[in-house]
């Protein structure tokens, strides 16, 4: 079994014993864990996935909780390995628990956390960022400038697309989708086309208001329309952004066929999760379309990249860093603890998981409550009334 390297201790006579397999960014999740008597053990072993052996040596003997990181392998093995060690609470730091076998954690009666509601906003404004610097190539741009090669202004030199007025499709329009989908309306002025199984309703009234708005400023107004299929947004997008949740359904929703129906100069954004899009079709579409453009923060295979994927200069490719602003990060170092501090604490489940604001304030306490609990149900807890 291994043993990690180096681990970084924090109030080391609280009562109980919470690991963190992660260094995570901020300090008020540790000073929350051990201001209710928490010993709380980081690792700080210089390993960007740990092994179910590594965690086994961390949980140890006795371990009350443990806050964990989405790549790793969160299953039988680690459950049972927690529950014999007197814990009944883990908390993904992140809002996605692909990761993680709730069935295995339920049956030995761990309550599993996650972090939803807090990268929102964030994850929204990669999407966009994505969307902005390939429709005017800022990356390709950006290599030419460092590698020396401009000697000069030239008439065809790094032509991209004007996004004003052209059309951004989502498919998901949630949470995520629809924050992403209203940056790209206001922002650049684009009429959205979407596709969802349930009616983005707010999402509409903001386009149509937002339309409304420009109209009577002596524009021309935005507009909006709800597909009927995915396949319509693909044909009539000149961007589109991808938010569905990844399941049996949605896995490699994005393939050869349905890359084909797309505009031959549109531009394909993945924010959501890497097994969505058909990785070795995408590669052989960048090919042989040169001025199709996608921006990856996701991949199938995470951490690696279909061969060829990182030889095309029509892709953008970043290291799934959507949440990866300072107050989101922080913020989900935060929930992740207070999951498993308010099992610990035998708190009731917070209402709505979605509203996590008086859980971020600094200025006051957090209500006593866990912020999110997946399988909360299934393992009978209590829903607060707060």
């Known amino acids: 079994m291994a043993t990690p390297v180096s681990i970084e201790v924090w109030n080391p006579n609280g009562k109980y014993r919470v690991v963190s397999t992660k260094p995570m960014p901020g300090t008020r999740w540790i000073r929350l864990l ?94 966009a960022s994505l969307s902005l610097s390939a429709s005017r190539r800022i990356v390709e741009a950006d290599e030419f400038m460092r590698a020396g090669l401009y000697d000069g202004w030239l008439p065809h030199l790094f032509v991209g697309n004007l996004l004003k007025g052209q059309t951004v499709g989502v498919i998901g329009a949630g949470r995520i989708g629809s924050a992403y989908a209203r940056m790209m309306v206001e922002g650049f002025k684009m009429n959205l086309i979407y596709y969802d199984l349930y009616q983005a309703t707010r999402l509409e009234k903001f386009v149509t208001a937002y339309g409304e708005f420009l109209k009577a400023s002596g524009e021309a107004p935005v507009t909006w329309r709800r597909a009927s299929t995915m396949e319509e947004v693909l044909r009539e997008a000149d961007v589109i952004s991808l938010h569905p949740v990844l399941d049996k359904t949605t896995y490699h929703l994005v393939n050869k066929e349905r890359l084909s129906m797309m505009k031959k100069e549109a531009i394909l954004v993945n924010c959501s999760r890497g097994p969505v899009i058909d990785e070795a079709a995408l590669v052989e579409h960048l090919k042989e379309n040169p001025m199709f453009r996608v921006g990856l923060d996701v991949f199938e295979e995470e951490p690696y990249m279909k061969p060829g994927l990182a030889d095309m200069k029509n892709a953008i490719v970043v290291p799934h860093i959507a949440s990866a602003s300072k107050w989101t990060r922080e913020g989900m170092a935060t929930l992740a603890a207070l999951n498993v501090l308010g099992k610990i604490k035998g708190y009731p489940v917070w209402s709505d998981p979605n509203r996590v604001e008086p859980f971020l304030n600094e200025n006051s306490p957090p209500p006593a409550a866990c912020p999110s609990i997946v399988n909360a149900k299934a393992l009978g807890l209590t829903a607060s009334k707060l």
């Open 34 to 127: 051990t201001d209710q008597d928490c010993r709380v053990e980081i690792c700080t072993q210089r390993k960007t996935i740990l092994s179910v052996d590594d965690i086994l040596a961390l949980i140890g003997d006795k371990c009350d909780g443990v806050i964990g990181q989405l790549t790793e392998d969160w299953g039988e093995v680690l459950f049972s390995g927690l529950s014999r060690a007197g814990g009944r609470a883990f908390s993904n730091m992140a809002v996605g628990y692909n990761n993680v076998d709730v069935n295995a954690a339920t049956k030995y009666g761990v309550a599993v956390g996650n972090t939803p509601g807090v990268l929102t906003e964030t994850t929204a404004e990669l999407a």
